[in-house]
């Protein structure tokens, strides 16, 4: 089994910023892609960065140069510093990774999903 922990979502004032951070155990090999994906009501999950085990990173356009993906040394915690928050940034945020077993099969695992609220 492989547990995701979510924290750091909140309520920010538009401009603000929040850190988001993601915790994974368990029965893992290792760890390959981690990212985070947003929710808005109403709307389709959509991609907002992702971390590859090499640390190449990739953002959605509508986050780049205000949102950062990071991992720790150990590179079982996914982190996500956003900036300049904006309403439109309101959503659900999920983490995922990619968890690898020995013999190199991909698993992907998702978070619980953590609030952002960013108000005008």
């Known amino acids: 089994q492989v547990q995701l922990v979510e924290s750091g979502g909140g309520l920010v004032q538009a401009g603000g910023s929040l850190r988001l951070s993601c915790a994974a155990s368990?029965?893992?090999?290792?760890?390959?892609?981690m990212g985070w994906y947003r929710q808005a009501a109403g709307k389709q999950r959509e991609m907002v960065a992702r971390i590859t085990s090499g640390d190449s990173t990739n953002y959605a356009d509508s986050v780049k140069g205000r949102f950062t993906i990071s991992r720790d040394n150990a590179k079982t915690t996914v982190y996500l510093q956003m900036n300049s928050l904006k309403p439109e940034d309101t959503a659900v945020y999920y983490c995922?990774?990619?968890?690898?077993?020995?013999?190199?099969?991909?698993?992907?695992?998702w978070g619980q999903g953590t609030q952002v609220t960013v108000s005008s």
């Open positions: 368990g029965r893992i090999f290792s760890i390959g892609t």
């Open positions: 995922n990774i990619v968890a690898l077993s020995a013999q190199g099969v991909g698993y992907n695992y």
